[in-house]
């Protein structure tokens, strides 16, 4: 099992930043793909970001070039550094452990509660 608890979550002005941060437990952590994913307001769940256990990344499109998603494995953290927030971005971010990179969410078996993120116009 692997436990997964997210934070820095808040309210922040369109073209500011936050960075979420997700503490693992349980499994070696390093072991792990990361992802993240959100959800929106009446929206289904979708992929943001995922970091490999060898640092390989990749990001949906609309954020691109906006957040960056890192791994610290002496630590047991996955981060998401959110910069140029745009109201589009309030969701709920949640982040997800699995065996492989991928922008599926069925290929993560791990998921955290979730921590809000709204962005004001």
């Known amino acids: 099992q692997v436990q997964l608890v997210e934070s820095g979550g808040g309210l922040v002005q369109a073209g500011g930043s936050l960075r979420l941060s997700c503490a693992a437990s349980?499994?070696?952590?390093?072991?792990?793909?990361m992802g993240w994913f959100r959800q929106a307001p009446g929206k289904e769940r979708e992929f943001v970001a995922a970091?490999?256990?060898?640092?390989?990344?990749t990001y949906v499109n609309s954020v691109k070039g906006r957040f960056t998603i890192s791994r610290d494995n002496a630590k047991n953290t996955v981060y998401l550094q959110m910069n140029s927030l745009k109201p589009e971005d309030t969701a709920v971010y949640y982040c997800?452990?699995?065996?492989?990179?991928?922008?599926?969410?069925?290929?993560?078996?791990?998921w955290g509660q979730g921590t809000q993120v709204t962005v004001s116009s």
């Open positions: 349980g499994r070696p952590f390093s072991t792990y793909a």
């Open positions: 997800a452990a699995g065996r492989s990179l991928s922008d599926y969410q069925s290929e993560y078996d791990y």
């Open positions: 970091i490999s256990w060898s640092v390989d990344s």
